[in-house]
């Protein structure tokens, strides 16, 4: 079942969270402030998290965080972070990510950025995203200021 998650689902997606964090490279992942950050921003409507549940369990998540954009007077959105426990195959792939999609264009978001981690599959998930019709934009560096 594919559904946008709830307040007590968050969770449930605390260990794909924390899992996503490690692959990007992040120091620690803090589940509290986690939880407390999602229902903050669920709460006045500025973060979705999207699941693909399997007998209740989460098996793939989509997060994003939509804002007003200053410079064309819209709304965008951002994916926080796309994790899934085993890559779907056949009917199952895409289904999450194409209801995701749905979601944003009825809640009148305009565009949506998506971050690719330099990982072993940056070729793999670019790929799908340009074949979804994403275009590169864009490239984002980190440096993390408090060491």
Known sequence: MIRVATMEDL???SDMARSFSEKAGRKAFNREVFLESWQK????????IYGRFVDNVPCETIAVLTYFDPFEGT????????HFQKEAQGLEGGLLFRQMMEHLKEK????LFFSALLDERY??????LKS?????VEVRLRKNLCQ
């Open 132 to 136: 979804s019709g994403f275009n590169p």
């Open 123 to 128: 070729m793999k998930v670019t790929g799908f």
């Open 41 to 48: 921003l669920m709460s006045i409507g500025h973060g979705h």
């Open 75 to 82: 709304s965008s959105a951002e994916v926080a972070f796309w």
């Open 11 to 13: 969770d449930k997606f």
């Open 108 to 111: 009148g978001v305009s565009q």
